[in-house]
């Protein structure tokens, strides 16, 4: 079976012998296999994100196609990633808003990948960047105050929630990044630190 098998990439070969043989002949089939699914993964830049089945693709080209230059693919393969809780989603994900590197979609989901595999460098990222950073990744660091309300609402000096709520009342025509869901939950979770004296 494992010697028929190589038909399919089209090998000559002599069947092995020894065990010696055999232990060599193992190995290099699953080298060409492997040279194999290499060629298959290069092809990944032509189709379409949607086509793609990321639940399938080694967690090693995930971690590669994160850090590439086809953005709607690199957001994909993060989240793919993410979801496997692989250990390497904080150091992409830290390199990604460290460089600034991709769009802002992958940015943001960069941030949310960060505040849940390493919080102390996302709120060290977020505390430097609410002041001036781009709606759409403001609209990233409402939704995570509105979801961990307890990382960002106790303390008094808490320059990141303050400062996002600042801006809020500021934007002008920027208004149309902030989701209008995000901006209600995230108005009235400050009327209701404000109300109980957190604020």
């Known amino acids: 079976m494992i010697y028929s098998s190589l038909l399919c990439y089209g090998v000559h070969f002599y069947p092995p012998k020894s065990p010696l043989e055999r232990g060599t002949f193992v190995y290099r089939l699953y080298f060409v296999r492997a040279q194999s699914a290499v060629s298959e993964w290069n092809n ?9 089945d990321y639940s399938i693709i080694p967690e090693a080209l995930l971690q590669e196609l994160a ?5 709607y693919i690199a957001t994909s393969a993060l989240v793919e990633l993410w979801m496997r809780e692989n250990s390497a ?3 992409i994900a830290w390199e990604i808003l460290s460089t600034s590197h991709g769009d802002l979609y992958l940015q943001a989901t960069a941030l949310s990948a960060l505040f849940s595999t390493d919080k102390e460098k996302a709120l060290h990222y977020m505390s430097e960047k609410v002041v001036d950073c781009e709606p759409l990744l403001l609209n990233e660091i409402m939704k995570l ?3 961990s309300p307890s990382d960002f609402v ?3 000096t808490s320059k990141i929630f303050q400062t996002t709520i ?4 500021n934007l002008r025509n920027e208004q149309g990044f902030i ?13 209701a630190s404000a109300l109980s004296g957190i604020k």
């Open 89 to 91: 989603v904080a150091r």
């Open 145 to 147: 105050i509105i979801d």
């Open 67 to 71: 850090l590439g230059n086809e953005l």
């Open 179 to 191: 989701e209008p869901d995000v901006q209600q939950e995230l108005i009235q979770l400050y009327n």
């Open 154 to 156: 106790p303390s008094s």
């Open 44 to 52: 990944l830049s032509l189709m379409n994100d949607e086509d793609i």
């Open 166 to 169: 600042e801006r809020l009342t």
